[in-house]
Structure formats: C-alpha cells, structure tokens
C-alpha cells in the first residue's frame, strides 16, 4: 500500500492561480510515470497530465498552456500549477503513479497504480 497524498486545493477565482502538491513514499519516482487526473461531480475521471519517466510532461489539450507540472529538486513531490483557471477546471484532483514499463503514453486511470485521495478546486467565475 503507498499513499500518495495531494494537497493545495481550495477555492480560486477565474485569472487567478493554485498550485497542488504530491508527495508520496514511493523508492523510485524516476523509474516510474506520474499523472494527474480530476473528476468533476458526475463526470467520468480525466487525465490532465503525465510526466514520463524522463521529466517530459505531457497535457491533455484544454489544459495545455494553462497548467504546468514541476517536481521539487528531490524529486519527491510534484506539483501542478493552474494559471488562469476557469469554473470548468472545478473537480477533485488526483495524482497518481504508474508501474508500467512503458508509461509515457499513460493518459487512462487503469495504466495507474497508485493514486491520492485528492484535492478538491473550486474556480468561481
């Protein structure tokens, strides 16, 4: 069992900015993919970003641009950063990490291992 654990949600206003936090004691996050997801009330649960193996992050198409993924200089936690949120950014927000060898293209929950409890964010235009 690893928990990962998400935090740095809250309420924010259109224009504005959140940055949340991932933090997890996994030995090796180099070895493996880390994701992103939300779930807005309803909805299916969405991938917003992955960042491979090798640093390279990769966004889901109406966020890329406006999100932005960083990892601190131990590579222990990861964040992702909303700029410029809009009210349909509002959902609970996941990070999650990948066991598989080959994860780069990992975009759908089930190629996820592990995952947080989430973070909700609230944009209110």
């Known amino acids: 069992q690893v928990n990962m654990i998400e935090s740095g949600g809250g309420s924010v206003q259109t224009g504005g900015s959140l940055k949340l936090s991932c933090t997890a004691p996994?030995?090796?996050?180099?070895?493996?993919?880390m994701g992103w997801f939300r779930q807005a009330p309803g909805k299916e649960r969405e991938w917003v970003a992955t960042v491979e193996k090798n640093g390279r992050p990769t966004y889901a198409g109406d966020v890329q641009g406006r999100f932005h993924v960083s990892q601190d200089d131990a590579g222990m936690t990861h964040y992702l950063r909303l700029n410029g949120p809009k009210p349909d950014d509002t959902a609970m927000y996941y990070c999650a990490a990948s066991d598989l060898s080959f994860c780069d293209a990992a975009s759908r929950p089930f190629e996820y291992k592990y995952w947080g409890q989430g973070t909700q964010v609230t944009v209110s235009s």
């Open positions: 996994l030995d090796s996050w180099s070895a493996r993919c």
